[in-house]
């Protein structure tokens, strides 16, 4: 007898069915339930207060309109095994599992190392657990899977990733201009030989989707005042490390411990280690070390801390063109007064540089199924104007009451 499935009730798409087998077992395992701590967008949620959802909420619906691609496709005549669709919704619920705190925020900050890379090494490590049974999820993960249109679902400029997340951000934090017709587009998917395509008549829906995807960037990813916020959370990070080097007993969690103890690529070669370690690691390590931290002898760090903890944001300046070497002196010395110290343009200065490309006509571009059975890529026919351009914006940071 089979047993029922699972129930979650989820905001965006309602009442989410999991099969009580292998998806069941991984989303119940420690290594996921970590997601739960992890938030989806960093310190979005110091601009938009709702923004309080989670990896674990994100990978649920990935997982949920991966289903619905997957019986898409079947309708069509597209041959998807059992095997194959078991496989592709466990790459698409763990493609994010190997997110640290904070998601993109300290991404390369406390390992050196991509999140996706990480997600790889605790799904063969979780593969080890479980009998080999994720061989497949793996192989399609890593784009190395015979029927590449199964990958193309879980990483592409169309996937089941951004169609979740576009949707799910937008919602939590109630910017309705990253809304999209994810129905619609799931709807119009096919396959023409072994690449993913959409029907013609989702063009203007696919159009939308990349305006959307463009609005939320910058009203929400790189929002001046979220990149503030996550630039002065590198900062405290990285500064605690560095006191951390003089002084040991810094209070902070032993897991947090672990990475301050380690900052270059050769410090973790020992991978099963470093896993198990990272595995526990998640959003609260960081704020209970930013709570001691307030009070502590080093006056920056203490600075910091209290800055991020009481949302006491610095100022930051825009713009298209690099920051004046001239306008980083004069700030500089007037940070002088207050901070005798040298670490000033490390910690509370800092410069940098944002970019994002709306849309890539070089790399697995979206292709369209015309009405007369020939496939062209997007750029070809949209009258959106597709350009693949880089959008650039150079910033400045500096504590406000120096102004």
Not at 340 to 348: G, H, P
Request: with cysteine; net charge neutral; hydrophobic share 40%.
């Amino acid at each position: 007898m089979t047993s029922k499935p699972k129930i979650f009730n989820d905001p965006i798409y309602g009442l989410l069915e999991i099969p009580n087998g292998i998806l069941f077992k991984l989303i119940e395992h420690p290594f996921f339930q970590r997601l739960r701590r992890i938030k989806q967008l960093g310190l979005s949620d110091y601009v938009y207060p709702g923004a309080l959802h989670t990896r674990f909420h994100h990978a649920l619906g990935a997982l949920h309109i991966m289903g619905k691609a997957v019986n898409v496709l079947r309708s069509k005549g597209n041959e998807i095994s059992e095997a194959e669709e078991e496989a592709v919704k466990i790459a698409i619920l763990l493609h994010d599992i190997g997110h640290g705190p904070f998601s993109h925020a300290l991404e390369n900050i406390l390992l050196p190392m991509h999140h996706e890379d990480i997600s790889l090494k605790i799904m063969e490590r979780l593969n080890i657990e479980f009998d080999h049974k994720l061989d497949l999820a793996i192989s399609i993960f890593q784009g190395k899977y015979k029927k590449q249109f199964l990958y193309q679902l879980i990483s592409g400029q169309l996937d089941m990733d951004r169609m979740d997340y576009l949707k799910r951000d937008s919602f939590f934090t109630g910017v309705h201009e990253g809304v999209i017709g994810h129905e619609r587009i799931i709807q119009m998917l096919d396959v023409v030989n072994d690449k993913l395509v959409l029907e013609e008549k989702a063009i203007y829906s696919i159009e939308k989707f990349l305006i959307a995807r463009r609005l939320m960037y910058w009203q929400v990813y790189l929002h001046k005042t979220v990149l503030a916020a996550e630039q002065l959370l590198i900062r405290v990070i990285k500064t605690a490390k560095e006191v951390f080097k003089k002084d040991p007993n810094l209070p902070c969690s032993k897991t947090l411990r672990y990475f301050f103890e380690r900052s270059t690529e050769e410090d973790f070669n020992k991978p099963n280690e470093t896993i198990e370690h990272f595995v526990k690691l998640d959003d609260f390590d960081i704020i209970s070390g930013i709570k001691e931290w307030v009070n502590h002898d080093d006056a920056i760090l203490a600075f910091l801390s209290r800055s991020i903890l009481n949302r006491k944001l610095f100022r930051i300046e825009l713009g298209s063109k690099p920051i004046e070497d001239k306008k980083v002196e004069k700030i500089r010395k007037k940070l002088g007064l207050v901070f005798d110290n040298q670490r000033i343009m490390d910690s509370l200065i800092f410069t940098g540089v944002e970019t994002n490309t709306p849309y890539s006509t070089t790399t697995d571009e979206i292709k369209i199924l015309l009405k007369d059975g020939s496939v062209k890529p997007l750029s070809e026919i949209s009258d959106y104007g597709l350009e693949d351009k880089i959008i650039t914006k150079y910033y400045l940071c500096y504590p406000k009451n120096i102004s």
